[in-house]
């Protein structure tokens, strides 16, 4: 009732003045995601062409509500600002990656932490050091530029990496507090913790039988075949004639 009042004693043009820079404090997120989504994407792309594999499984992103941002706001103590708030709330722009395997984890983190125009923040690595309850997952702050039109804002996203394993974990383990309102029975806690231990030993079993699979794999590749492209699921192939002038000046 008191907020309603208050907006009521606001000049119109003050008003409207507000609302612009709330709606351009929050696509400044929504461009943050656009920008580190596309990197996302061509790496992944790069992955596919290059190497013939795809390390991410499933992305997802988001960009908090103004009214979840207010609840961390009265929850951490902060100054009601926007200028506070981008200073001490770095995952209003989240995204989630999921990836096959661990290694695949550390190395697409590596790829995004070494790219030119981004800021490593933070990174709290909870794969080698799990949570207490079992929760596993890389956590990155990644600070991005993004430029307006009349200025150029840092905006941080958190990126979070984990496997398949991982992320059913964690579902699982969220919808589970959600139905007891953060207060589950001890014997569901023990059980967690176990599904825990169980999800990370099956992430190291199903990558030890994938790097097998690609042993064999290599194993049973044709030493004469003739070598070819595929973009976009168009194949071309590669004459040799084209080939030798590069073979030639690596060798050199």
């Known amino acids: 009732m008191e907020l309603?009042?208050?907006l009521e004693t606001f000049e119109p043009s003050k008003l409207k003045e507000l609302k612009i820079e709330l709606t351009?404090?929050?696509?400044?997120?929504?461009?943050?995601?656009?920008?580190?989504n596309t990197k996302i994407d061509i790496l992944k792309q790069e992955f596919h062409y290059i190497h013939d594999y795809n390390p991410i499984e499933h992305v997802t992103s988001r960009v908090k509500s103004p009214e979840s941002i207010l609840k961390k706001v009265e929850k951490k103590?902060?100054?009601?600002?926007?200028?506070?708030?981008?200073?001490?709330?770095?995952?209003?722009?989240?995204?989630?990656?999921?990836?096959s395997f661990v290694s695949d984890i550390y190395e697409l983190s590596d790829m995004l932490q070494k790219q030119q125009d981004i800021k490593v923040i933070e990174v709290k690595d909870y794969i080698r050091e799990p949570k207490a309850n079992g929760y596993q997952s890389l956590h990155l702050v990644l600070e991005i530029p993004i430029f307006m039109s009349d200025r150029v804002e840092?905006?941080?996203?958190?990126?979070?990496?984990r496997?398949?394993?991982?992320?059913?974990?964690?579902?699982?383990e969220h919808k589970i507090y959600y139905k007891y309102y953060q207060t589950v029975p001890q014997n569901l806690i023990d059980e967690l913790k176990e599904a825990a231990e169980s999800a990370s030993h099956l992430d190291r079993k199903m990558e030890q039988i994938h790097q097998k699979v690609s042993e064999l794999k290599l194993e049973e590749e044709p030493e004469n075949k003739q070598p070819e492209l595929k973009i976009d699921n168009e194949k071309f192939k590669l004459p040799y004639a084209l080939l030798i002038p590069f073979m030639k000046n690596i060798n050199d």
């Open 24 to 36: 351009r404090f929050m696509m400044l997120y929504k461009f943050a995601l656009d920008e580190i």
């Open 163 to 172: 496997t398949i394993a991982m992320d059913f974990w964690a579902s699982l």
């Open 154 to 161: 840092n905006v941080c996203v958190e990126v979070q990496i």
């Open 4 to 6: 309603t009042r208050a």
């Open 77 to 99: 103590g902060y100054e009601l600002s926007l200028p506070s708030i981008k200073e001490n709330i770095k995952d209003i722009a989240g995204i989630r990656i999921t990836c």
